[in-house]
């Protein structure tokens, strides 16, 4: 509306004002009334404040456009004609990029040059095409050329490119000029006398009337000085412009012009040579035409210029400028507070850091080749110049002083003695609060540097800070920080990770890593720097490269500062030449734990004889070993001698082992390395350590245990572990006993033969062939006769070929209680019998009744492999029976750890499986009866026929038998049937129906043997036997009529509006499916029967009528209740919303084809038409089509062009189908609700009139229901349709409406019986009853109901055809008032406010408008109609104006207010003394300029990641605090609908002005956040949000379940994607896992932090013992097996675990730990230390041996008599009682224990 308009285009022009803009004679409501001259002043005004303005003004962008195009002669003289032809514009192009666009390129057509050198500037300098060529061509516009222009000037100055130096003259061009005059005077000599050549004494200089004096002024050469006697100073190398003012002696300007002949200037160079200078006339400038001369000297010094006028010195004397010539190769050096060195021309790009409070002081030293050439007094120190560029673009000069001015400048010098200190200069300490400058250093007004020095100030430099290195390289590991060894020219990398925390953040986080350097000092005192690199994690990463062997130091520097408290000494030494690297071979290395183990490394000297080698000779030190059982480090000695280095250790720990070493710090490699390893083997050897030897989980493996005469069997025996892992040998036993392993077998016979003895070593693939049919036996035992592993391994031998088993029997399926049942298994070699015996044993069979007893089975061998069993069964119900061949050597020989996985030839392939074990076997309790369900149906001879019956006890409760037990036979009296050659197509098939609760069965009769009946036969006697007992003979009818062909009875069709996109498929196959389920119970589907419910009960039937109580229901198709399984007989609307049938729109017509025997039934269109009846009588016949979706339907649409009733009728065949026909209404598009019969209308009024009574103008508030009830009725627009009234007590109210097409047309047409459905609704969204009666002639209907509440009650008017969509609606009005009268009719108007003063929230001090008027048809009205008061609810003292206004229409008043503090203000606005509705308005006051916009926090996120948003709340520049409930943050996922609100609030952390959000994203792709202030729409941002890591395949390693309470338990989470794969470690750090650790009544904190690698690793420390549980989730998900269970057990406590000594001779020390609550630990794990020291100090060799029970024994031997000093540590603490001193006795008697401990000794007996 027109005051918004104008109060936006009020904010945009306040804006300008405030900038500074004068705007003239232009408002918002001149931009309202597209005011075109006044808009285009204002655009011409904005482009030259921001555009032109913004350089120096439109005279300054046309002077340098001259200036620019002068050196090529063209005329440029204005901004219209001289720019047409396109030299000016082409002469300007090329200036600013000299000879790449020539005039000489120009092709004389105006308008194609103009627009080949406007795009040149666009290709070559990006200025936009502003203007067209053809305009500039034939019409220039000076604004529009200006506004072009200025973006050259820009691009010129922010480039610095200048103009082009003039052509100077010179005695040998003058010749050149003198020709063209006289070739152009030859025509005047021919046409005039020579007396007439007088003008040559012209040339004689004009003398003007008055002295002149002259200013001259060059930037480039500092005129004028500051003193204006200084000299200038200037390049020798470049052309200068010098401008001449010539003024009288008043220093005013001449009166006259000065003519330009009358002025020269002459040039005296140092040599006292002249030359004459080029001068010609400038640009006017204030009225003054100043001169412009070209200076270009040929002498460096000091050179002269005077300005002569008419023969005479203007000047008082010639102008001094000192000319220099700067050097080419010079190079110019900056040390102290800067540091950088670079030739002229070369850039320095990498910026100085300078801490805020360093030093400030910077020489500038010269170099100009060798040092021999220094420019001594060659360049003065005026031609330098030192700035300083601050962030905003401005300069600030630096004084320059001598180099000698201090003594730090001269310190500065003595340490670069070999340049030429030139000058030096102080950086201002103003300049330490800015975050960064730039420093330019110029030489005659040009930059030494292509790009000035970026100089960026940090904080100052921590000092003493303390940190932790690490160099795989160098050796520095946590153990070892004092110092690191390198190799210098070794082939590793010296690369050293630094971790340096200031207070608790690290280094690399507080500074950039371009400020930290690493300085290396090598022996000398040389230092070399290293550049850091700032790792993920905060850690900082050098390279050492040095030079020279020694002692090396390296620390820290930040800004040039050290930081470090200690540098890091690192030794670098040289391999010896005669050392040979070649792979060394160490041979099989294994380990036991417990057991020393001693490797030998063979060290040589290089030699070209490799038979030849001589012995190496090392000492210790020289060789590095290190062998890591894992992450663990496994202690080692040391022993050398020459050739030979000897690695001792003893270990602890399972597992693989990897022995690394290196030599001279170079990887020794070796020939067994893995083969990923590299060249130089740095991945070292691996072995392996096992545990002792643990013959019982020995493993004998006799493959295969089954085998047939003649074949062989491989009988190995592994040695394993305790633990089950394989040993290299028997020999891994901690006393280093032998072990002898003896193989025998015993044969069938009893004989025994023994196959092998060894010791010390395994058995493998020992060979036998038995010769001998039978079981034999395999034992193997060990020196003490005892038995290895399971031996004795039973191994069978069966004769030769194939086996095969077969079960044969009723005994396998049924039996009946206290019967015997029966069945064989045979056993055949090739398909012929056995001819020797198997025996019992060769067989085992089990039966199980249901209470899980086992049913005793006989077996007896009645002939060679052939079986008999029998059993007899005590209960009745399912039982298991199960077979099997050969049980014992498949129990006994079965190794469940696998061993035996890879057999040749086992009992399964020798001997196949008893097909069908186990078995299933019903024992029955009696016999069963059959029972038919539902009628006996006939035998159909062509299609065959299908019957349902149970199996039924003597108690008619349905059982259960396996289908197989039953079988039907047809017609065994019919010879026809009987002596028929029956095939398997023949077999009348059982399958089981229903469910275990209540089984039935179907009896298919296949139409193979129904067509074998003859035609004369009318039923046939069917017979059913369960096993093999007849149960059933029944005589069943035949038929000879297929029932699978179409049946219209069975046929439906359904209607609904408009053609679906796409017809659901149905819930079944068609072939098997009654109906497609999408037509179950659906609205909109015309069913054959109508009578659904309606909504309140009571059924419309297919006649229709109204029925009170309930709208009319939509007719529906019901055949099973509601909670039977879905019977459709058509398929529904698409489309779920309810339509009706429109004109125009398609009607939608669906068949269901079925058979007879009410079957889904393939559906062929040409078998069924259509005829469809519409509403003028015309019929059609659409055809159908084949739905593709479902193969049992049929389509067509079909489109009415008129409304009325549409009968539909479907034939199959020429017959009805069972609903059709199918009426439906169809009805216009809109259908209007319009007043009934004016005669009626009076008539209802008069009767109103009538029964309101008189009028006692008293207004008193009744209760509900009125005495008098007024019934106002309105249809959509608001327009009155009727009123009528009943003022008795119930109080029922009657509305009469008329349906009506949209030009106001009754509708006609309805089919008989049509009652439209009604629902009446309150205001409360209440249904109520109603009564509706409906006029089809009319189309009137009257809807009679009883009202509960006042206000609009809103009746729906609903087709009954087609489910109850709506057709119209109406609201009727119940007002509390006195009975209605005429005036009732037409109620008075209603007053409204809207706008802007009255939605929401207004700007503080900004004018606030809104508009009164009228609602509806508008009204007049005035000023004093109106009345509006403004409160301030925090100062309701406060008087806020109020501006009124009447809009010319006079139907509306504008309203303005401008209100001052911000909050909550409240708006009264009344008409004629009434409140407008909804008022008062509260209205928010918010700061002017208010905005918010999302901070740039997280860049990205990850699915299932709460991402934290931060909104900054601004009051134009200035952050202001906002309620969090004003400012609304939602995120759009990618592909969603609409945005997801966030909640917003204000942290305690938050500063002022700033908000928190939260989200959790929840799919991956950019998310979209939008922000609104006061329900202002910001800026919104895009997020984007990364897959999260797959929870399935993501790996969860080193989660340990048990670990104790002082423990602090490590796991990483290493991620995957949803293929398996390892997600890259670039994205993987940006994804995070939410990990939580709860114990019974605590939570536990975890620590998570990313590693290099991209996984994840996680710390948590219990706080006491107990189960934990563990969640690991990522994307909200559980990752692997998560939540994970943690028993935290409580660690032994040192100071209660006591320490005893159990021997005296040989020392035997026992530790038992103990918890804190003196409970004794169970098990091992703790870290237990000895250390025993003799009387000397001396430490004794003591090795702890953990038990795995909590006991931990030390042994070690003493001498007798010798005292020890024994201290244990748990822990890290001393045990109970430690240390104490032992002594050894002298004498060699045991001694069970001591004094001291004797207590302790029987506490552990």
Known sequence: MRVQYMENNNKGLA?????????????????????????????????????????????????????????????????????SDGKVITALIDSMNPGAFPLANMTGDCVADIQAAMQEGVDKFGIPLLYRAVDMAENPDDLSLMTYLSFFHKYATENSIKPQPMPVATEETEPVEEEKPAEEEKPAEEEKPAEEEKPVEEEKPVVPAEKLVATVSAPTLGLPSADNKAPGLGNLNKEHDVAVLLRDEAGKTPQKPVPADSVKAVLTSPSGKTTELKVAPGAPTDGEVPFNITVKPEESGLNKIDVLVAGESALEKPVQVNFVEAPKDLTLALHGAIESEKDNGASDTEPKYLPRDGPRLVAAGLKNGTKEDKPENKIPLEAFQAVVILPDGTEQALKLESPNSSEEAKKLHEEHSDEDLAFVFQLPESLASADNVEVDVRLLGESVFDKPLKIVFVDPAPKGVKATFASEALGLTPENQARGVGVLKGDKDNSVVASVLVGDKPLGELYPADAITAVITNPEGKQTRSPVTVLPDNTLKFEVAPETVGDHVVNLEVAGTPVLEEPLPIAFQD?????????????????????????????????????????????????????????????????????????????????????????????????????????????????????????????????????????????SVIPRDSDGQVLPSFSSIPTGEKVEIEVVVDTPKGDKETLSKKSNAKVENLKFVPNLLGKHGVQVTDGQKSHVGKSPIDLVVLPSGKLAVDATGDGLKAAILGKEAKFAVAISSSGEPLKSALGPSAIKSVLTSPSGDVVPVKVEETQPGVFSFSYLPQQAGPHVLSVATFPSVDEKNGDKDGEQDGNKKGVKEIVGPVAGSPFSVTCLSTLPKVKIIGKIPEINSVDGSRLEFELVDENDKPISVDPSLIKLSLGNLIPEIKDANLSPEDEITVSPLGDASHPSYLATIPSHLASKLPEELNSVPLQVEVAGTPVLEENIPISHKSNKDVDPKHCTVAVSPSSPSKVASPSVDSSKADTPKEAQGQKGAQGPKGGAQGPKGGAQGPKGGAQKGGAQGAPAKVDAPADAPAKADAPAKADSSPQNFVVGKPVHVTVAVKNGNDEPLNAEPEKFTAVVTLPDGSKISPSFEKVPEAENLLALDFTPTTTGAVKIEVAANGSPIENSPVNVFVFPEKVLVKPVDPAKKQKAAAQDSQDAGDDNNEKKKKPFPPEKPCLLVTDATGDKISEEHDPKPDFTVTVGVQLADENGKPLTGFPEGFVPAVKVLTPSGQSLPNIAEFDPKDSELKVTYQPKEEGDHKVQVLDPTNAGTPIAEFNSSVEDSDAPTSDKVSPPPVFVASGPGVEGTVEADT?????????????????????????????????????????????????????GPTGPHRVHVSVKKTPVPNGPFDVEVVPKDIKAQVEEGEESSVVGDPTELKVKTLAGDKPVDVDPSKVKISVTPPGADAPVPVKVKKLPSDPEGTLTAVFTPKIPGDHVVYVAVFGKPQENKKIPVEEAADPEHTEVVGLSPNISDTEVATFQLVPKDGTGAPIPADKAKKLKFDVSVKGKRHSVSPTISVLPDGSTNVEWKPKKSGNYLVKIKSGGEHVGDSPYMVKVEEAASAEVSPVHIVQTMNVNINVQAMTKSGQLRTTGGDKVEMAILDSDKNETKAEVTDKGTGEYCINFTGEPGSEYTINALINGLPAKDCPFVFKVPEFSKKISVTEKFRALGALFR
């Open 15 to 83: 804006f300008l004002t405030r900038q500074g803009m004068k705007l003239v004679g232009i408002g918002s409501e001149d931009l309202v009334d597209k005011n075109l001259k006044l808009i285009l002043g204002l655009i011409w005004t904005i482009i030259l404040r921001y555009q032109i303005n913004r350089g120096s003004g439109t005279e300054d962008v046309f002077g340098w456009a001259k200036s620019m195009v002068r050196p090529y002669g063209v005329k440029c003289t204005n901004m219209k004609s001289d720019w």
């Open 575 to 715: 391999i010896p030449t005669n050392v040979d690297l070649n792979a060394v071979d160490l041979g099989d290395i294994f380990g036991t734990v417990g057991v020393p183990l001693s490797i030998e490394i063979p060290l040589t000297e290089k030699s070209t004889n490799e038979n030849k080698k001589a012995p190496l000779s090392i000492t210790p030190e020289d060789l590095k070993v290190q062998i890591k059982n894992g992450d663990n480090i496994v202690p080692t000695q040391v022993e050398t001698s020459p050739g030979l280095a000897k690695v001792s250790l003893t270990p602890t720990e399972k597992g693989p082992h990897v022995l690394d070493l290196e030599l001279f710090g170079t990887p020794v490699p070796f020939s067994n390395s893995p083969s990923d390893a590299d060249a130089t083997g740095k991945k070292g050897t691996p072995f392996n350590v096992y545990g002792p030897l643990d013959l019982n989980n020995t493993v004998v493996s006799v493959e295969p245990s089954i085998i047939q005469l003649g074949e062989e069997v491989a009988i």
């Open 1407 to 1459: 004018p606030a408008l809104f508009n009164v008027s009228s609602e509806g048809t508008p009204v007049p009205v005035t000023k004093d109609m109106v009345e509006v008061k403004v409160e301030n609810l925090k100062d309701p003292k406060q008087k806020i104006p109020v501006t009124l206004a009447v809009n010319p229409d006079n139907k509306s008043v504008d309203v303005t207010y401008t209100p």
